[in-house]
């Protein structure tokens, strides 16, 4: 057995896991963190995907042992309370995602994409996500959200306020 | 006063965000695997990796005495050897069914076909210990082939059965008086010069749905009922199917479908893997969870189309289509699914399409293999009929020296003649081609492209433009209940609702069709939301647990609005009946005075009204309600739908072909789909580009490979090649609406649109594009091994041959061949 201490979604953990223990199993069978979902054993499909200190991994690609001392983020600790981040906000808007399985990993990756390139154009974004598969949208509106999300996070933009009825689709 | 929202707009076509976003965008969700209730034990599947072959012994007491093994289970030693899995539509009495074991003890009849199960304390030690387990096999040669499969003298999948075809249905419109004799029409345009006849070969491959959230199973014996969540599409059917499966009384068992990560039919079954945790739950008395590796899910799950299709078509040449001809052999795997055999022949009555065609007849040759069983995949039948039309439609139009969208307006049915009963008895009962087609045409601008073809075709470009049209249209919302008895399936077609006012004005809608992605929960609550006049967040939608949702026949073949939604209207408008006799009671008015608009019981010419939410507390207090009726609002309906709906579309593709390498890229995809009228514009949206990435992704992308020896090659992610973001572009996408006429919303379903229509848009743009060089048929899928093969051979220049009859050289990006590691030629 070998001891980890990681922080994950801000709370401190110190643990004894079997040395082959993968992060996703750590976070998903130890701490209960079952927002970040499996849907792969060859690191294709990215449904696993955290950060690991402030940068996008496919969490079955990383050893738990491999996180100790680091801070890890998963799709739980991504929104501020009731705050949701913007790039949960666009993916809600443009009809992101539809069985929803993806959509941890494809959100924390869009994250980590629009922190490298704030403003990505459309071939940008389709590379950029290439690493995460959906078999549901088709990607369209993925690449729409993750466009809508650089828009609010642009200095300066308002957050939009919240409608009773939002109306989205162009 | 209950405070009531505005509620005077309409929901329906309302582009509604989606209200089961809020748990799905930040982890708050409960797929199968995620559930794991204290003491659970895991259940891990040893698998043959060995297509056919006997079992001539399993060694397993290393496995059993590895830490955390509660134990290592062959069938007999479950006691399970004479259960066997159901398959519910046979096609005929004559049907040659071998019974699907729930873990093979003789004999294996496909790779990665379960021989023993291991239980443990933890996954990890679970998979250990099967690694640990020792079975010896005799190979035995594989069947493979389908033709070779239906020869006589035949390597036999199962002995027993004397021959590998399970069965032969046929559709004559001849004989059912539908239309006339086909073998009389292709006769007749033999003998007329006036007349030619068009007969072609094409391949459906094999395909993976390859839904994103592995399968799973959780049952929990440790209550009164065994509770048994699974990645199922159809909770009620297994629960039912379990019951006749392994004897346990229906009222003992409780099946959930928590969220489930799509399915696209692959979750459209009833699997060994799911009775074995019941059957290893009972045995321990614990729980038992079971959850699938992805490589597991390619190798074991069932699989998608898999045909064969010789078409044959007559026309007269002023371009008059006379007669259609399909024979199909179609591939059922090892054995027979829930509803393998049931796919193909749904597709039977949509090969004629949306054309007037006078002469029809349908042969289906179901075939047993040593492969993994095929059963639903997104449009089950439907895509592979109409991929063989609007191929041979293209074919014909090269064959007279027609425009391929002007041969298809000459035969199609023009919207002045609906309702329209085709020559395989269905009656259409709307629909406007021309609408769908202008529109699309219009938005592709195929005049400009047509003529850019012309010059690239003139200039000799390296790279050549195609453009590929497929003018579909399906048959939704499964089905009425006497047609579906008809074709000898073992269920209905009906969708059950429920609808109950809470003493405090919120609503529950209970619905027999459980979503798994579509959007349930955000449409079903604006039709409610219209139907009662209530606001749209009042709305709860429930599914998913037969405990809560008792009766229902389940998500598939784009049923959930056409028939459970409908389902949900009666129920909502009994709800409304009910309660105007309590709002006529207590506004002291005749019940014929009353009036119901946006929420609110008002008495004709009068001031004097009350909110439903009022009616529903006084039905609930029950202090004051008329004689002779109960007090609640709560109303149940079963809606059995009397024909299909049937959405269509045009969709249009320009396919940009480089006739050096044989590289195939889409560069821009139109589709104008006439889905009837739209709940919410948004999600529909959302269906059809899912849809066609799928649909795509057959015809550029896909296919489940096997080596000679039965192996599927391609059982990974890393080269069974969904599509990325990056391999496909933005398409196009419009939506018209012709209301349906026979349901009262005029809906007509849409999750299957996109994924029948793309498949031959794409192939016939490809072969446009090299049609000019000689080519005239490209397997799909069409990867730049196979067009530039199909391009050189139509040339004369000599290839190295690559043995295709052991492997689909060059299937999808990345693939690799293993008979040609290098992908020499």
């Given amino acids: ?170 | 006063m209950t405070a009531i929202a505005d509620t005077t707009a309409l929901e329906f076509g309302r582009s509604r965000t989606r209200k089961e976003d809020a748990r799905l965008i930040t982890g708050r969700t409960r797929y199968t695997d995620s559930i794991t209730p204290a003491g659970t034990i895991y259940l891990h599947v040893v698998r043959s990796p060995i297509a056919h072959a006997t079992i001539t012994g399993v060694e397993a007491s290393a496995a059993r005495s590895a830490p955390g093994v509660f134990g290592v289970y062959t069938a007999a030693e479950l006691g399970a050897t004479e259960i066997g899995l159901p398959h519910v539509w046979p096609l005929t009495p004559a049907e040659k069914a071998p019974q699907r074991p729930l873990l093979a003890s003789d004999t294996v009849h496909f790779a990665g076909e379960g021989v023993a199960i291991v239980l443990a304390r933890s996954a990890a030690e679970a998979r250990d210990a099967a690694d640990l387990v020792e079975v010896d096999y005799e190979p035995l040669d594989p069947v493979l082939d389908m033709e070779a499969a239906v020869a006589d003298g035949a390597n036999l999948v199962h002995p027993s059965l004397g021959s590998n075809i399970s069965d032969v249905w046929v559709f004559d419109a001849g004989a059912a008086g539908t239309g006339g004799s086909v073998d009389e029409a292709i006769a007749a345009a033999e003998a007329d010069p006036d007349s030619v006849v068009v007969r072609r070969r094409f391949r459906q491959q094999r395909l993976i749905p390859a839904f994103m959230e592995p399968r799973s199973a959780v049952v929990d014996p440790t209550g009164e009922q065994i509770v048994f969540y699974s990645a199922t599409q159809v909770p009620h059917v297994l629960r039912t199917m379990t019951a006749v499966t392994l004897g346990i009384p229906e009222s003992k068992l409780r099946v959930v479908a928590p969220d489930v990560g799509g399915g696209f039919g692959g979750k459209l079954s009833v699997t060994p893997e799911e009775m074995l945790c019941v059957l290893a739950a009972q045995k321990t008395g614990k729980p038992v969870k079971w959850t699938e590796t992805r490589s597991e899910s390619l190798l074991a799950a069932h699989h998608g189309r898999d045909q064969l299709q010789d078409i044959t078509i007559t026309a007269k040449k002023d371009g008059t289509v006379t007669g259609l001809d399909v024979r199909l052999l179609a591939d059922m795997g090892a054995y027979l699914e829930l509803v393998g055999p049931g796919v193909p022949v749904l597709g039977a009555f949509m090969f004629n399409a949306i054309y007037k065609i006078p002469a029809y007849k349908f042969t289906c040759t179901t075939v047993l293999t040593s492969k993994t069983p095929t059963g639903a995949y997104r449009g089950a039948g439907r895509p592979e009929a109409t991929f063989a039309i609007e191929r041979i439609m293209d074919e014909l139009a090269v064959e007279l020296g027609r425009d391929p969208l002007e041969l298809r307006k000459q035969n199609w049915i023009p919207h002045e003649e609906f309702p329209f009963t085709t020559v395989v008895g269905l009656t259409y009962d709307s629909g406007n081609y021309e609408q769908a087609t202008d529109r699309a045409v219009e938005l592709f601008d195929y005049a400009g492209l047509r003529r850019e073809q012309e010059e690239r075709r003139a200039r000799g470009d390296r790279v050549q433009l195609g453009i590929g049209i497929s003018t579909f249209t399906e048959m939704c919302g499964l089905a009425p209940s006497r047609v579906l008895g008809s074709l000898s399936y073992g269920a209905g077609g009906w969708e059950a609702a429920s609808v109950r006012m809470l003493a405090t004005g919120k609503v529950e809608v209970v619905t027999g069709s459980s979503g798994h992605g579509q959007g349930h929960e955000t449409a079903f609550s604006q039709i409610v939301a219209d139907q009662l006049g209530v606001p749209f967040e009042d709305i709860e939608i429930l599914h998913g647990d037969t405990q809560v949702s008792p009766k229902g026949l389940d998500t598939y073949g784009s049923r959930s609005l056409v028939v459970g939604g409908i389902a949900i209207v009666n129920a909502s408008k009994k709800v409304v009946e009910k309660a105007t006799k309590i709002a006529a009671h207590l506004l002291e008015a005749a019940e014929e005075d009353i009036e119901f608009a946006n929420g609110t019981f008002t008495v004709r010419g009068t001031g004097q009204g009350k909110a439903i939410q009022e009616i529903a507390y006084a039905a609930f207090t029950a202090h004051d309600y008329p004689e002779g009726i109960e007090p609640s609002l709560d109303s149940d309906a079963v809606y059995d739908p009397e024909n299909f709906s049937y959405p269509h579309g045009t969709h249009l593709a320009a396919m940009e072909v480089d006739t050096e390498t044989g590289r195939v890229q889409l560069r821009h995809y139109v589709c104008v789909d006439d889905i009837g009228n739209v709940v919410n514009p948004l999600i529909a949206e959302g269906q059809v580009h899912g849809g066609l990435a799928q649909g795509i992704a057959q015809a550029l992308f896909e296919e489940a490979n096997y080596d000679d020896q039965g192996t599927l090659v391609n059982g990974t992610f890393v080269d069974y090649t969904l599509p990325s973001a990056a391999d496909l572009p933005g398409f196009t996408t419009e939506i018209v609406s012709t209301p349906a006429t026979s349901n009262p919303l005029g809906v007509k379903g849409v999750g299957e649109a996109g994924t029948i229509a793309s498949t031959p848009a794409i192939v016939n743009g490809v072969i446009d594009a090299i049609r000019h060089l000689g080519v005239t048929e490209v397997e799909m899928p069409t990867t730049s091994q196979r067009v530039w093969r199909a391009i050189q051979a139509a040339q004369g220049r000599s290839t190295q041959e690559t043995p295709i009859d052991t492997h689909s050289p060059g299937a999808g990006l990345g693939s690799i061949d293993p008979n040609n590691p290098q992908g020499e030629v």
């Fill in chain 1, 1 to 170: 057995m070998a001891e980890v201490r990681v922080t994950v979604d801000g709370v401190n953990y110190a643990d004894e896991v079997e040395p082959r223990m993968l992060l996703v199993q750590y976070l998903r069978e130890r701490l209960g963190k079952t927002g970040t979902l499996i849907g792969c054993d060859t690191s294709n499909c990215g449904a696993c995907t955290v950060h690991l200190n402030g940068q996008s991994v496919k969490s079955c690609s990383v050893l738990a042992v491999q996180a100790d001392g680091a801070e890890v983020l998963t799709i739980e600790g991504l929104a501020r309370g009731e705050d949701l981040h913007p790039v949960q906000k666009a993916f809600n808007e443009c009809h992101g995602l539809q069985c929803g399985y993806c959509t941890p990993g494809m959100i924390m990756a869009a994250v980590d994409l629009l922190g490298d390139n704030p403003d990505p154009d459309e071939h940008e974004v389709r590379e950029g996500i290439e690493g995460n598969l959906c078999r549901c949208t088709g990607y369209q509106n993925i690449v729409r959200s993750v466009q809508r999300a650089a828009q609010m996070m642009k200095p300066g933009a308002t957050a939009p306020t919240e409608q009773p009825a939002p109306v989205a689709g162009d």
